[in-house]
């Protein structure tokens, strides 16, 4: 089948690379395709919220303190003193939800970045590329799939103690922050490392399926034989359009590395008690369904109505920047 | 056509070989081993193991009668788990069960995951498309070990349906609950992915060329727009059906399900490397098989790339 | 497309079929066939009663095996003739003699008899099979020796005629010493000091034929205590080579192990200690016997894993034999028509299932698939309260959930940090909301049979925090900052974590996964560590023996001569009250050191259907299925 030169995603490809002045009146061309599409800002505003509940409300002294614990008050029902009751320990469980959403989203973001950057880069190399430099990334990638991820974790979490604990004495010492508002955070990093070095995998092989087909494509064609350098060609030109299943991808590895983080915990890697995370919230959640369903259900709902937005975000931003898109 | 296959049949064994390699060096690197126990084990019962089980050898000794084992198909036996039993025994009883079960999923996943995906992608942006979206989100961030326990009480204990726990190989009604709770995972993705493949497909010139030809819409949705769709699913597709019929630790253990799954758990739990190494490899041939079917149906889906190839 | 509707058909059938017909549940058909049906946790291992050590692995082979004495269904004091009628000993406790039945037989029809028993502790205790649990069967006269493979010992210590006495000789290194202590002359080269150094490391015990030539060409090539003569020297690497040389046979015999065969119904066990309370012993699934025709057919005595304790091929002497296994789906022991009181046994058959998810259990309990189950959850123990009474069950039973305190650790060695912290816990609290359903600890050692420990554990914030002052950690100043370790998520590691936090002490929660989690107790790798132990049998001794020096469950880098002493003491003194109350002096050492803080007592919390009779409170665990029936 052949088209003609003008293909719409050829000029679409061109104004986003080859014309760079252009680059402007894009970005505002997205910001107000963004700005009509109501489920996306919609979402925007509901996360904005959250994340300021999180990252903000706990340093208020409305907020109770998410460690302490009064066991003759547990398994209390939702009430003026705690909006979400407490838990199996007598802790606020709107406090610990808060407190467990800034490590979550922590996770969820930072990560997602980090599996991002490599899937995307190994993914698009590998299917622009094509041959040996295909073939030998993804049988690593097979390797890597198939590799007991659990004896990595138990090995690297050995590994990784001390140094996270020294790290945090240094970060201690240089800045005379209290070392328990510290640790919580430095103890992260190995999970970021874990996590972000082994989640990238389908993403690679995602991008790699959406590349080859791009890459064959006219508009590439024509960069080509415009003598453009491959770095630019794959860059400019294929991965732009290649947005949509990336940031699906993306969208759908959040929910997944915030509910792995919580099985890591359990491994002694990640978020340590008494602090929490979403996942481990659920996760504990989960085990008293029968005994206080409302364990489960708060951080269930802020889980789901966070991650949906997210979605709707995301959704909404591949579309903004995708110009093919304001036409239809 | 042939040479492809003997390459990636090349390459799939190198993967293998590597893999068995790793697994080995990763296993003996753990700060525990298979004849410890929570009650301590005398150490002169521990150094006639350690004897009878070669472990008293330097390292790359072991590893090479280990890999001249493998190499002669031999897993060897179970050092903890199920010890004195061999593991090719073990895994004839546990991988067809985690097979089934896996199977069953994918039919329930594939289907239900592109058919929402495709009804989504084709009412874009409209209610239809948000409610199956949010389902299917719902179905990625509530996590098997949520969902599991849920459709057991209900359509286990309450309503009776289905038993709640258990496995008869020729039962189907013992599969049904895990299979659902393995697949809707699954399911959700695939929706996610066959979705944003469908939208991209149609914006292009030749679906609008046949939409202008006035053919049916819903021929043209399955006809023209599909095949470019699937491809991001496939790719999914491939490592999600190796690591579904590989058995899954927490859908096998809500159930009492006898995969291998939580065989592979216990035998991590135990440094039993003979137990680790055999599902490891049938996972990893899996994964080998899986995405070599994946670029095969990526080609067929995608008659530019076999042009190029 | 063509499959997917098949499959929907069948789907469809299969939903209505079971909708239309699951009236039954599997226990009610399970109560007219008499089929009881049991959680049992976890998939066994194996069902050799020699190569296994778990919980649920005891409770099959208690179905399919018998031992000496059997378990009493209502007292856990109460010893039921198993396969002996009756048992006597001397006035010492040392000498025991048990009288078989004359119609005990083996499942497939071979009469049983003493022999059996004494190839079964000859077996267990063989080192070559390397028996992980060996030690159970330490009490009986040189059993240890054997087991340790002490050559010397067996060859020259045992022997009377010898002309050195063990007591002089037993100072030779026999078991191997640290390499790097050797001295060697400067007249050694290289050669001679590698030598040295590696005969050293082994000891006499662990050479072999090749090294001991070696020794006994070039006798300076081994380090010998002056108390032993040069000519004795010889003797020993003599016979010790002798032995080598013929291919190290079984040294059983010459050992003197202290289990005999009289006459093919009379079996006598020589201990090396008192031990009155033997009969409770020998109901431990060490001390069954396994028959020696059937494990010999399959194979040698020492192999391990032989395949003879297989469904199909597994011989027993039990009220049942093992019908059917299958892996993680279940385990069916049937009746055994020839078991001597075969026509008491009120089950057609037992059936085990390895639910390991304790939610899983419930909910196959509350659906009708399991009469009894291992545990529950404790995240369910109010809502069974609350929802079914008739099935909850709240029992004592011998365990002790506590912290271990690794000694060595700054601070940790002060018995006075260590006692305040025991002091900073509040165990009334603590039963009431963490271990729900335990008894708040008064001792390492739970009240069994008629032994009371020291009763000496208080809380009092207070004094915890004088103590502490008083160690120079006033306020918990100066001490270094705590890792609990923990392996199982249980909210016990949150709440010791504040309650430490009371004393002003900075704790943190270090979680591993199972196996590094009892490496690093093994290691002495960790600061606190939550812990438990099960109790083996009816003395306090089960909780006693291990926090000796050298002891493998002690894991806490505590020991102390005087605790040892008076559990030396205590071994020796044939009547049990005054055994116990040295035992109860040793204890009170034990709580005052606290190298161990004892939390709570354990109690069996399970699900229990009431049609099933038989079934009474047990401290020890161990229903006799035998004496179990199901209300129809």
Not at chain 3, 23 to 50: C, F, I, K, Q
Not at chain 3, 208 to 230: C, G, K, N, T, Y
Not at chain 3, 298 to 322: I, K
Not at chain 3, 560 to 571: H, V
Request: proline residues 6%; contains cysteine.
């Amino acid at each position: 089948m052949t088209r003609p030169f003008s293909d719409p995603s050829v000029s679409g490809a061109a104004r986003s690379g080859v014309a760079d002045d252009g680059g402007r009146s894009l970005w505002s061309d997205a910001v107000s395709r963004l700005r009509r599409n109501r489920a996306a800002m919609w979402s925007c505003t509901f996360l904005t919220i959250v994340v300021l509940l999180c990252f903000i409300v706990p340093f208020f002294p409305i907020i109770q303190d998410p460690a302490v614990q009064d066991l003759s008050g547990r398994n209390a029902s939702p009430s003026a003193g705690h909006w979400m009751g407490t838990d199996h320990l007598g802790r606020d469980l709107l406090a610990r939800v808060l407190h467990g959403g800034r490590i979550s989203i922590l996770v969820g973001l930072v990560t997602t970045l980090v599996s991002l950057t490599i899937g995307v880069c190994i993914g698009a190399v590998a299917g622009y590329a094509g041959g040996r430099i295909d073939a030998l990334l993804m049988r690593v990638v097979d390797v890597l799939y198939s590799l007991p991820f659990l004896i990595i974790v138990i090995l690297f979490s050995a590994l990784a103690k001390s140094h996270t604990e020294r790290l945090t004495d240094g970060i201690t010492a240089l800045t005379g922050w209290n070392r328990d508002a510290v640790a919580p955070f430095t103890g992260l990093l190995p999970l970021f490392v874990a996590i972000g070095a082994l989640s990238w995998l389908n993403l690679s092989r995602i991008v790699r399926a959406s590349v080859q087909d791009l890459a064959g494509r006219e508009f590439v064609e024509a960069a080509r034989s415009l003598g453009l350098p491959h770095h630019r060609i794959l860059f400019h030109h294929i991965l732009p359009n290649a947005v949509g299943p990336i940031v699906v991808y993306a969208t759908l590895t959040i929910p997944g590395v915030m509910l792995f983080e919580a099985t890591l915990s359990f491994l002694g890697m990640g978020v340590q008690p008494p602090y929490s995370s979403w996942g481990v919230l659920i996760k504990d959640g989960a085990d008293r369904m029968l005994s206080n369903s409302l364990l489960l259900v708060f951080p269930s709902i802020l889980f789901v109505l966070t991650l949906l937005s997210l979605n709707f975000l995301g959704d909404g931003l591949r579309d903004a920047l995708d110009p093919k898109s304001s036409r239809d | 056509m042939t040479r492809v296959i003997l390459q990636r049949l090349l390459q799939g064994l190198l993967v293998l070989f590597v893999l068995a390699t790793l697994t080995f060096f990763l296993v003996r690197a753990l700060p525990y081993g298979p004849f410890q126990d929570e009650r301590a084990v005398p150490s002169h019962v521990r150094e006639r193991l350690e004897q009878l089980h070669g472990y008293d050898k330097p390292l790359v000794v072991q590893y090479a009668m280990r890999l001249g084992n493998l190499a002669r198909g031999e897993l060897g036996t179970s050092l903890k788990v199920m010890e004195g039993r061999e593991v090719t025994a073990i895994l004839a009883q546990a991988f067809p069960v985690s097979l089934a079960l896996g199977l069953m999923a994918m039919l329930i996943a594939v289907p239900v995951g592109v058919a929402a995906g495709v009804i989504a992608a084709v009412r874009r942006n409209r209610v239809v498309d948000y409610a199956v979206m949010a389902v299917a989100l719902l179905g990625i961030c509530l996590p098997n070990f949520v969902i599991g326990p849920v459709l057991a009480e209900l359509f286990g204990r309450r309503l009776a349906w289905f038993p709640v726990s258990g496995w008869e190989p020729r039962d189907l009604s013992f599969m049904i609950l895990p299979a659902v709770t393995l697949g809707l995972g699954s399911a959700a993705y695939l929706s996610r992915l066959t979705r944003t493949g469908m939208v991209e497909v149609l914006h292009q010139d030749f679906i609008r060329t046949a939409r202008a030809k006035g053919q049916r819409e819903s021929w043209v949705v399955l006809r023209h727009a599909l095949r470019g769709g699937l491809i991001p699913p496939v790719a999914y597709l491939g490592p999600a059906f190796a690591a579904t019929v590989s058995g899954s630790v927490v859908v096998e253990s809500i159930f009492q399900v006898p995969g291998i799954g939580r065989l592979f758990i216990k035998a991590i739990e135990t440094s039993d490397e003979a137990l680790i190494m055999g599902p490891v490899l049938i996972y990893g041939s899996l994964i080998v098989v899986a995405n070599f079917l994946a670029d095969l149906v990526q080609l067929w889906l995608n008659p530019r790339l076999r042009s190029n190839s | 497309m063509l499959e997917l509707a098949r499959f929907t058909a069948i789907l469809m059938a299969g939903c209505s079929v079971l909708t239309g017909c699951r009236r039954e549940t599997p226990v009610e058909s399970a109560n007219r066939e008499g089929v009881l049906l049991v959680g049992n946790s976890a998939e066994p291992r194996a069902l050799d009663p020699h190569l296994v050590t778990g919980v649920p692995e005891s409770k099959i082979l208690s179905s399919v095996f018998e031992g000496l004495v059997a378990d009493h269904p209502s007292g856990d004091d109460v010893m039921a003739p198993g396969v002996a009628v009756r048992w006597e000993h001397d006035a010492d406790m040392k000498q025991w003699v048990f009288h078989l039945r004359g119609d005990a037989r083996w499942s497939d029809g071979e009469p049983l008899t003493a022999a059996d028993f004494v190839f079964s502790y000859q077996r267990m205790l063989h080192p070559s099979l390397a028996a992980a649990y060996a030690p159970m069967l330490y009490p009986i006269r040189n059993a240890e020796a054997y087991n340790r493979d002490e050559r010397g010992r067996m060859l020259c210590g045992m022997d009377p005629a010898f002309p050195l006495g063990w007591d002089i000789l037993g100072n030779a290194n026999f078991r191997g010493t640290d390499a790097t202590s050797v001295a060697s002359p400067a007249t050694d080269d290289d050669d001679r000091t590698r030598l040295r150094r590696e005969f050293a490391a082994k000891g006499l015990d662990r050479l072999d034929a090749a090294a001991l030539r070696a020794i006994l060409d070039d006798p300076d090539l081994f380090d010998w205590p002056d108390a032993v003569p040069a000519a004795v020297r010889g003797i020993v690497v003599g016979r010790l080579l002798a032995h080598a040389e013929a291919g190290a046979p079984d040294l059983f015999d010459r050992a003197d192990v202290g289990v005999r065969a009289r006459d093919p119904h009379t079996l006598e066990i020589s201990l090396r200690e008192p031990m009155p309370y033997l009969p409770s012993v020998v109901r431990h699934f060490t001390w069954y016997p396994v028959p020696r025709h059937v494990v010999l057919r399959h194979g040698a005595m020492t192999d391990r894993f032989t395949g003879w304790s297989e469904a199909g091929t597994l011989v027993g002497n039990g009220p049942f034999v093992l019908n059917t296994w299958r892996f993680n789906h279940f385990i069916e022991v049937v009746g055994n028509p020839r078991y001597w009181d075969a026509a008491s046994v009120g089950l057609k058959a037992v059936r085990f299932h390895p639910i390991e998810n304790p939610y899983t259990e419930a909910r196959s309990f509350l659906a009708g698939q399991l009469h009894t189950t291992y545990t529950l959850p404790p995240e369910l123990l109010g809502r069974m309260r609350e929802r079914h009474p008739e099935f909850l069950k709240v029992e004592p039973y011998v365990g002790t959930a506590f912290l271990r305190l690794n000694v060595n650790r700054a601070g940790l060695d002060d018995p006075r940090v260590r006692c305040a912290i025991s002091l900073a816990i509040h165990r009334e609290d603590y039963c009431r909301y963490i271990y729900e359903g335990y008894q708040p600890a008064q001792g390492m050692t739970p009240d069994l049979a008629s032994y009371r420990g020291p009763r000496m554990l208080r809380h009092d914030l207070d004094e915890a925090r004088a103590l502490l002052a008083d160690a120079g950690y006033p306020g918990g100043a100066g001490l270094p900052s705590y890792a609990i370790l923990t392996s199982r998520p249980h909210p016990v590691s949150d709440a010791l974590q504040q309650t430490l936090r009371l004393l002003g002490l900075r704790v943190t929660i270090e979680r591993k996964d199972w196996g590094s989690y009892i490496a690093a107790q093994q290691e002495l790798r960790f600061d606190m560590a939550i812990g438990s132990w099960i109790g083996d049998y009816l003395d306090p001794t089960t909780f006693l023996d291990m926090w000796t020096r050298g002891n493998g469950n002690n894991n806490t880098g505590w020991d102390s001569p005087a605790y040892e002493a008076l559990l030396r003491e205590a071994a020796l003194q044939p009547d049990t009250a005054a055994r116990f109350a040295t035992l109860v002096r040793a204890e009170r050492i034990l709580l005052e050191e606290m190298p161990v803080v004892p939390i709570a007592w354990n109690s069996r919390i399970y699900l229990h259907r009431p049609e099933v009779r038989g079934w009474h409170p047990l401290v020890l665990d161990n229903h006799p299925w035998k004496a179990v029936r199901l209300d129809p």
